[in-house]
Nanobody, 122 residues
Framework: QVQLVESGGGLVQAGGSLRVSCAAS??????MGWFRQAPGKEREFVAV????????LAADSVKGRFTISRDNAKNTVYLQMNSLKPEDTAIYYC?????????????????WGQGTQVTVSS
C-alpha cells in the first residue's frame, strides 16, 4: 500500500514558477506520474518518471516548461513548473503505478493523492 500527499500548490501570476511535491509512504519502487484536472474537464496526463528516475515523459502542453524529478531517498516526487500560463490552472494529482512502463493513462495508476490546487492568474 502506498499513500501519497501533495503539497506546494498555490496562486501565482502568469509567467511565474511553482514547485509541487508528492511525499510517498512505503516503498517507492513505482512509476510516478503527475496529472491535472481543471473545472469541467477530464483528468489529464502531465508528466511521468520511471522508478529509478532515469527516464521521464511530459505532455506536449507542458514540454519545455515543466520538469518531473524524484528523490527516492526522501520518497518524494517533484514537478517544477516554469512559465506558467492561466490554462495551467487545475488541481494537480500525484499518482503511482506498480508497472514499469511509463503510462500516460489515468486508469493505469493504482494510487492517488488528494491533489493540490494550482491557480495561475493573468
Amino acid at each position: 500500500q502506498v499513500q501519497l500527499v501533495e503539497s506546494g500548490g498555490g496562486l501565482v501570476q502568469a509567467g511565474g514558477s511553482l514547485r509541487v511535491s508528492c511525499a510517498a509512504s512505503g516503498r517507492t519502487f513505482y512509476t510516478m506520474g503527475w496529472f491535472r484536472q481543471a473545472p469541467g474537464k477530464e483528468r489529464e496526463f502531465v508528466a511521468v518518471i520511471s522508478w529509478g528516475g532515469g527516464s521521464s515523459l511530459a505532455a506536449d502542453s507542458v514540454k519545455g516548461r515543466f520538469t518531473i524529478s524524484r528523490d527516492n531517498a526522501k520518497n518524494t516526487v517533484y514537478l517544477q513548473m516554469n512559465s506558467l500560463k492561466p490554462e495551467d490552472t487545475a488541481i494537480y494529482y500525484c499518482a503511482a503505478r506498480r508497472g514499469t512502463s511509463m503510462s500516460q493513462v489515468v486508469v493505469h495508476y493504482d494510487y492517488w493523492g488528494q491533489g493540490t490546487q494550482v491557480t495561475v492568474s493573468s
